[in-house]
């Protein structure tokens, strides 16, 4: 079965650092691509960055600079550091997986909430 589940979220001053856990299992971790996506309340879910299994990355231009994507595949978990955070990050963070091949979507975390605030 399938699984992938978010860690790491909060609440964080403007400024502040957090950094996102997503482990999976049940894949084969290593040929899939992982991306985050947020989803704050009214807007659409997007995606803050991705990463393939050779460790290529894109980010969008929104937290390009500040947000930095990266995996172990050794511990079948991909991260999110988030630096200089901003109330506009605010948002339910998801990370999920698509088969590297196809890019069929394969799964969907449950969600971690971060909040950036004072």
């Known amino acids: 079965q399938v699984q992938l589940v978010e860690s790491g979220g909060g609440l964080v001053q403007p400024g502040g650092s957090l950094r996102l856990s997503c482990a999976a299992s049940?894949?084969?971790?290593?040929?899939?691509?992982m991306g985050w996506y947020r989803q704050a309340p009214g807007k659409q879910r997007e995606l803050v960055a991705a990463?393939?299994?050779?460790?290529?990355?894109n980010y969008a231009d929104s937290v390009k600079g500040r947000f930095t994507i990266s995996r172990d595949n050794a511990k079948n978990t991909v991260y999110l550091q988030m630096n200089n955070l901003k109330p506009e990050d605010t948002a339910v963070y998801y990370c999920?997986?698509?088969?590297?091949?196809?890019?069929?979507?394969?799964?969907w975390g449950q969600g971690t909430q971060v909040t950036v605030s004072s």
């Open positions: 999920n997986a698509r088969f590297s091949i196809s890019n069929t979507l394969r799964a």
């Open positions: 049940g894949i084969i971790f290593s040929t899939y691509v």
């Open positions: 990463i393939t299994s050779g460790g290529s990355t």
